[in-house]
């Protein structure tokens, strides 16, 4: 077993209203206005019951839901602005309270660049658990998102991506690729076994949904019933829309974000409509479409101040926000995958973002390359440093040292120097020289280091107990193909004997399993 490091958020000294409150306002009504007015399209008869019954317009026959500004505002003022996001190590538990920002990994990819053959293949549950690994070795890396989908594992994907993820991190794990009632009752008893009790799971819920919506100004039935399961049971969830401007939204950042806006509020306000206080969290990612190709960009000169905007909508109405840091267009590592994450997490943070995501995938979002996701940590760090409170106290200042040194002398010969340089932080595949002296490639060292840590970190296994549980869980939703949907039913299995208990080390071929995915 391999410990995992301390997790190392950004904390910036200040931050920064960059869209002001004028601006952010505007945005707001439009999005109240667009919401009673033009409404969403809804296909879930759960969901449509429960807006009917909190004020909303409903059209039976169309499907779309149209919302007063008030029945709005009303339901949101119920959402915690603040929360804690638990993880398996209480250690590594995040306290979404504004002091600092937390970013994932990205999901979820459906290819891998294989470590070994340096081959593009589809992505299986293996690599899912790979992935969770080298995460949980990165402080850089908050949350864990599976980064890559359960291909070997159609019919239940979502649910052995859960179970690699837990067993190979510590951390908090976010899935994104949640759908339906029945299948989220199956991860709702999978964060159940994870908690010591009902109490610590919705003080500290070691597990959180994301559900996109359809762009324009709709929503999917299984991700809305999916929320409304993860709500019941006090499990974080939140909506991202990925409206892109030109072809899912108008060609104007704006106006795209603007609707963006709307498709998530109005499923917020749907979870607080049934579930009052529930923790919730808006995510805004907006892309834009190139006029000549038709492709849809993660990343683009025009969109960088959607992810901003987003940030600030979320803290206007009351709740945390995901934002879009990471994600990039680039099909390799380098120049093109750095430089629009930088631009985007360095505003994003200044803005007081809660979390971000997206580290590790490339080519828009569909491709995990180990070395990638070590590259954008190296970056997160940069950002970080950047960020942090600058020290101005009197050893910082080091007047005594400047003063003996004096005019023409040098600090080579002073332990401050020695003291000081070793305080210092740089980056390990940036600053360093190779053996001869030579300047060392950053993608080559960024390879090498994702593979040692993929052959050496193991974290702290599920104990015997927990496992056995999980596996239980996995055995009876795959031998399940449609269990009564039902809003607010139990329909998962009940947990068995011993649920909850720990203490016991994992054999090695628990171990063993969880490092394979199986």
């Known amino acids: 077993m391999s410990a995992t490091p301390p997790l190392a958020p950004i904390r910036p000294a200040a931050h920064l ?34 807006y009917a019954e909190h004020g909303a317009r409903v059209d039976r026959e169309s499907g779309v839901v149209r919302i007063p500004a008030d029945v709005v505002t009303g339901a949101m003022a119920r959402a ?9 190590s209480p250690a590594h538990d995040l306290a979404l309270d504004g002091t600092a920002m937390y970013v994932a990994t990205d999901g979820c990819g459906i290819e891998t660049v294989d470590p070994a053959t340096r081959e593009r293949r589809a ?23 599976p980064l890559v989908s359960a291909q070997d594992h159609p019919a239940t994907a979502p649910l052995h991506e859960i179970d690699a993820a837990v067993r190979n991190t510590v951390k908090h794990v976010q899935t994104e690729t949640l759908m339906g009632a029945a299948t989220a009752r199956y991860a709702v008893e999978i964060a159940r076994v994870l908690a010591a009790d009902e109490a610590d799971l919705r003080t500290r819920p070691p597990l959180s949904s994301l559900v996109c919506c359809i762009a324009p100004l709709a929503q999917d039935a299984g991700g809305l019933e999916s929320a409304l399961v ?3 049971a006090g499990l974080p969830v939140g909506f991202m829309s990925m409206a892109c401007a030109g072809s899912t939204g108008p060609a104007s950042i704006a106006g795209t974000i603007v609707q963006g806006d709307a498709e998530i509020v109005a499923a917020l306000t749907l979870v607080q409509m049934a579930h009052p206080g529930a923790p919730v969290f808006h995510s805004l990612m907006t892309g834009v479409m190139h ?4 492709a849809h960009l993660c990343t683009s000169r025009p969109g960088d101040v959607a992810y901003v905007a987003g940030v600030e909508l979320a803290h206007a109405w009351g709740v945390p926000t995901l934002a879009g840091v990471f994600g990039t267009d680039a099909v390799e590592p380098g120049w093109q995958q750095a430089e629009a994450a930088a631009v985007a997490l360095t505003l994003c943070a200044l803005a007081g973002a809660e979390t971000g995501s997206g580290m590790g995938l490339l080519d828009a979002c569909t491709v995990w390359c180990p070395e990638a996701l ?15 409170a600058f020290d101005t106290g009197p050893e910082a200042l080091a007047l005594d040292i400047i003063r003996a040194v004096g005019p023409r002398g040098h600090y080579l010969d002073v332990r401050h120097t020695r003291d000081g340089l070793r305080r210092m932080s740089f980056s390990r595949l940036t600053e360093q020289l190779a053996t001869d002296g030579s300047r060392r490639d950053p993608v080559a060292v960024a390879r090498a280091e994702a593979e040692r840590i993929l052959a050496t970190h193991e974290p702290e296994p ?6 056995r549980e999980l596996d239980r869980i996995l055995r009876a939703a ?22 909850g208990t720990s203490g016991a080390t994992a054999p090695a071929a628990t171990r063993d399993r969880g490092r394979s995915g199986a």
């Open 291 to 294: 006029p000549r190709t038709g």
């Open 230 to 232: 993860f709500a019941e």
């Open 123 to 145: 992505s299986a549950k293996a690599d899912v658990a790979a992935s969770a690994r080298l995460a949980d070795a990165l402080p850089a890396v908050g949350f864990y998102w």
């Open 462 to 467: 599920l104990d015997d107990a927990r496992a």
């Open 478 to 499: 795959d031998g399940d193909r449609g269990p009564t949907a039902g809003h607010g039913t139990s329909g998962a299995p009940a947990p068995a004997a011993g649920h």
């Open 17 to 50: 209203a960059l869209l002001g409150d004028a601006r952010v306002s505007a945005l707001r009504q439009a999005t109240l206005g667009l919401l009673e007015d033009v409404g969403v399209h809804c296909p879930s008869e759960v969901a449509l019951a429960i």
């Open 374 to 388: 070590v590259l954008d940590a190296d970056l997160h760090e940069r950002v970080r440093a950047d960020l942090e």
């Open 80 to 88: 915690p602005r603040t929360y804690t996001m638990g993880a398996r």
